[in-house]
């Protein structure tokens, strides 16, 4: 079998199980066979082997199931970045510096985080809370909004207004 019909044979299978063990009906099948093997805990006189089977049977369902569902938050995680990449990229007047921003190293979000959060704190002396606007306007709007407070003149708009 082929690198590519591997993957998509994986990507299938994959996809299915996460869909079925999500189900009501996975987490029921995994209820009853715990009642069962309560039940039949008497009859084995709680032995070591009815005790190892339990163990043995949720690692290896747990150890398999690790890999499933961090394919399926992978893929998940791709798909809501590319359709924020989208909304940055159709957006007028948005920052197309914040396209693909999941490739950045910590150390840099937490810069950008940092910028954002000195933004908010000018935002929050701003009194239309329904304006919106691109890093470069928020901060341009800012500044002339300082200029404006200190010659005393009416501001410009310059950021259009969101419903």
Same mark, same amino acid.
């Given at each position: 079998m082929s690198q590519k019909?591997?993957?998509?044979?994986f990507e299938h299978f994959s996809t299915a199980v996460t869909k079925a063990t999500g189900s009501s009906s996975a987490f029921l099948l995994a209820f009853l066979t715990i009642?069962?093997? +309560?039940? =039949?805990g008497p009859v084995f006189h709680y032995s070591d082997t009815w005790q190892l089977i339990i163990n *043995?049977?949720? @690692?290896i369902v747990t150890f398999l199931m690790v890999f499933l569902i961090q394919k399926s938050q992978n893929k998940d995680s791709m798909a809501i970045q590319l359709k924020l990449n989208e909304l940055i990229a159709a957006q007028d007047g948005a920052s197309n510096r914040f396209l693909n921003v999941e490739d950045l190293?910590?150390?840099? +979000?937490? =810069?950008?985080?940092r910028y954002f959060a000195v933004l908010v704190e000018k935002a929050k002396k701003d *009194?239309?809370? @329904?304006?919106?606007?691109?890093?470069?306007e928020a901060e341009e709007r800012h500044e002339e909004k300082l200029e404006t407070q200190q010659q005393g003149k009416p501001q410009k708009k310059v950021a259009k207004s969101s419903k």
């Open positions: 019909g591997f993957a998509a044979s009642i069962v093997w +309560l039940v =039949t *043995t049977s949720t @690692t190293s910590e150390e840099e +979000l937490l =810069t950008l985080h *009194t239309k809370i @329904t304006a919106s606007h691109s890093v470069e």
